[in-house]
């Protein structure tokens, strides 16, 4: 993400004038070519969910826990009895049962699922949001073309949500917070999603504003001209396009008082639930990458009551999202990912809850460029080990680039000189869910 520490270190105090505070979320590109054919939204689960509970039941074995499940709308497909809205949708779905990973610990899994890579050495990777936005995204248009909607904003010293060596330009816009450990529920939540800072002062009128951001602008060019460096050029890119979106209509896409109360309500009054209402709003307006982020996975103890307030949460947001996606003719060119950093343990605890587990768990692609109605992969009777189409972070994130018409062994240039593919030549996409 780029910040104010970022932006001091690259443009210096002089330039730390008071539009700084919000046009530096800006750096990265606009994005609403009409030309575009696909859109991704990731809805990132913090904490690691029970895919046990949800999308591969053990019912009868001990590790199985109290669930039951329900058949979707594809014959032998079943998913948890808690997200009944969703099992509506298995046709538009595959459950992908073979997810093996390596990292247990939040930080290095967290960096693993959304770059692909283990956080060491000097190569600063990039989030696959900056890498999927950068392929089909546009530098032109008005909206960002990432946006990360109640991100939990605690900088670890891997950052996963850094765009890395592909720069400011490439990194979200971040929209609201979230906390940790619980999903935030309550009335008037969608007032926490908005841009901060992108009227006017009310004290300043467009005359003057256009002034000072035409002064901004020339004190941002000189200071880029004599100091030429992809990053002073990030931030001369980025003033332009946060000017441009103060003027467009573009913006009114944050703006959720444009949404009735009733409309609202049916994605459920949480935090999350209303992310995904925001989601549809920027990938209608063309926004290529948003992800939505839901807390309150890190089920160590008491696993099953959250789980299950978490799912209601999930399945009305989630849920409603597909409903309008489907009415609006979005839902078959919008790609929907839904993870965590790792599954949780078969075997539950002394607490009733489940601990980290990256051996064996699910992940969910639905919409746009998948096959659904698929399950892939299978666990064993008791959860503990996967058993056929094994599936690692890589695998998962070709198939994601495959499903997007994207080129996952396309090259970027890294910070060290060095080309690196968007996604490692060892993957091995799941073919048979990409359409």
């Not at 575009?36 to 039941?57: A, E, Q």
């Not at 956080?119 to 999927?132: H, Q």
């Not at 692609?365 to 892939?376: F, H, R, S, T, W």
């Not at 992969?377 to 503990?384: L, V």
Request: one cysteine or more; a positive charge; aromatic letters at 8%.
């Amino acid at each position: 993400m780029f910040n104010r520490r970022h932006f001091l270190r690259a443009a210096g105090a002089s330039l730390a004038v008071s539009a700084s505070g919000w046009l530096a979320p800006f750096a990265n590109a606009a994005a609403a070519d009409p030309k575009r054919k696909r859109s991704c939204i990731l809805l990132w689960m913090n904490g690691g969910p029970s895919t046990i509970d949800l999308w591969d039941l053990k019912p009868g074995h001990e590790n199985g826990g109290p669930f039951k499940e329900i058949q979707t709308n594809v014959p032998g497909m079943k998913i948890s009895e808690h997200l009944p809205t969703l099992a509506k949708f298995g046709d538009k779905m595959a459950i992908l049962r073979g997810m093996s990973t390596k990292e247990g610990d939040h930080e290095r899994a967290s960096f693993q699922m959304k770059t692909g890579q283990l956080p060491m050495g000097p190569i600063n990777y990039p989030n696959i949001g900056s890498l999927i936005s950068k392929e089909i995204g546009s530098s032109t248009a008005e909206l960002p073309n990432f946006v990360s909607i109640a991100s939990r904003r605690i900088f670890f010293l891997n950052d996963p949500a850094s765009p890395g060596f592909l720069g400011p330009n490439y990194a979200p816009l971040m929209v609201g917070t979230s906390n940790a450990f619980n999903e935030p529920s309550g009335d008037k939540l969608w007032e926490q999603l908005k841009v901060e800072n992108l009227e006017r002062p009310k004290s300043v009128d467009a005359k003057h504003g256009d002034s000072r951001l035409s002064l901004l602008r020339d004190m941002q060019e000189d200071f880029a001209g004599g100091r030429p460096t992809a990053i002073s050029d990030s931030h001369v890119a980025a003033y332009d396009r946060a000017a441009r979106l103060m003027t467009s209509n573009a913006a009114e896409a944050f703006d959720m008082t444009k949404e009735k109360p009733a409309d609202r309500d049916r994605y459920g009054k949480s935090l999350f639930g209303q992310g995904c209402l925001l989601a549809r709003r920027l990938v209608e307006k063309g926004v290529p990458f948003v992800e939505v982020t839901m807390s309150g996975w890190d089920t160590h103890g008491n696993n099953f009551d959250f789980v299950k307030k978490n799912s209601e949460h999930l399945d009305k947001g989630w849920g409603q999202l597909m409903i309008d996606l489907k009415e609006r003719g979005l839902l078959d060119s919008t790609l929907i990912v839904w993870m965590g950093e790792f599954g949780r343990t078969p075997r539950i605890n002394g607490g009733n809850g489940r601990d980290h587990y990256p051996n064996a768990w699910a992940t969910v692609l639905a919409g746009g460029g998948i096959k659904g109605g698929q399950v892939i992969g299978k666990t064993s009777k008791d959860g503990t080990t996967v058993e056929d189409r094994k599936t690692n972070t890589n695998d998962l994130l070709a198939t994601v680039c495959g499903a997007l018409g994207i080129d996952h062994e396309k090259q970027n240039m890294s910070n060290v000189g060095r080309p690196i593919r968007i996604v490692d030549k060892s993957a091995q996409p799941v073919t048979e869910v990409v359409s």
